[in-house]
């Protein structure tokens, strides 16, 4: 049986090469072109699958969170939020050109590096998958977030060099790709506010042992303190452009070190749970 993370990752290819073709073929076009944005959507309905049995099908009252189905897990729900939160066709347009193969690298890495660490958790412990669900979710909004960035950087250097390419001028304006990161970003920081208190309050609940302080932790709390920060500059003082880009992404590298490193380095590395 042919494995359904090999599909999804065909579909992803599929679909990101089927909007670069349409792209080179119509370059006024602002809509892309349908059958890319139909097979984008297959490949997310084949990888919501995949995750769906990946994460839950091997057991009742459980969750597997595994390195590469974690990462795996966050990519897809990326390319979902960056498509209903945007809702626009340029921002479809630009989730199959670019994001489409980081999905595709997501569902090949589920076959490469398999990570199974099985979690049970009863009626008792649901506090425990609400936990994790929020975790996840804030981790997403903050890739989709930390997207928006890099493009703002770089858009506006390729406006300041005067060399903006053909599949580029059909992007979204600066200022509502700006605003999008921005309303992400205040969604994200909720969440994360959330699985902080919970993690630091009712570890001993949820985990079974006290809250403990290590580098997991410390990278987390600097990541809600740079993004605490950022919005309250944005809220007082109105801080934009490659300020706020800066401390985007100096906060998302602290929280992908938080939890991607270390599960990285323990799961894949040194083979422990």
């Known amino acids: ?99 489409a193969p980081v999905g595709a690298w997501s569902a090949s890495m589920v076959m490469w590096l398999p990570s199974y660490i099985w979690i049970e958790y009863d009626g008792a412990k649901l506090a425990f998958a609400v936990h994790i669900i929020l975790a996840i979710l804030a981790y997403a909004l903050y890739t989709v977030a930390a997207l928006h960035a890099l493009l703002i950087l770089f858009l506006q250097k390729q406006l300041l060099a005067g060399n903006i390419a053909s599949e580029q001028r059909d992007l979204p304006p600066l200022l509502r790709i700006e605003k999008l990161m921005f309303q992400l970003l205040w969604i994200a920081f909720l969440m994360l506010t959330a699985t902080l208190i919970s993690g630091v309050f009712f570890s001993e609940a949820l985990f079974g042992k006290p809250f403990q302080v290590n580098h997991k932790t410390v990278f987390s709390v600097l990541s809600w303190f740079v993004f605490g920060g950022l919005l309250a500059g944005r809220f007082i003082a109105g801080w934009r452009g490659r300020l706020a880009v800066r401390w985007t992404l100096i906060g998302f590298v602290m929280l992908l070190l938080s939890y991607v490193g270390s599960k990285f380095v323990l799961e894949v590395i040194l083979k422990r749970v």
């Not at 089927?18 to 944005?37: E, H």
């Not at 597997?64 to 960056?82: D, E, K, P, Q, R």
């Open 1 to 99: 049986m042919t494995d359904p993370n090999f599909i999804t990752a065909i579909l992803y290819l599929v679909a990101s090469s089927g909007a670069w073709l349409a792209t080179r073929k119509s370059q006024q076009s602002v809509r892309p072109a349908a059958w890319p944005v139909i097979v984008l959507a297959a490949a997310l309905v084949m990888h919501a699958v995949s995750l769906g049995w990946a994460l839950f099908g091997e057991g009742e009252g459980g969750i597997n969170i595994g390195f590469s189905h974690a990462i795996s897990l966050i990519v897809w729900l990326t390319l979902l939020s960056y498509i209903m939160v945007g809702n626009d066709a340029r921002l479809t347009r630009l989730a199959n050109l670019y994001l």
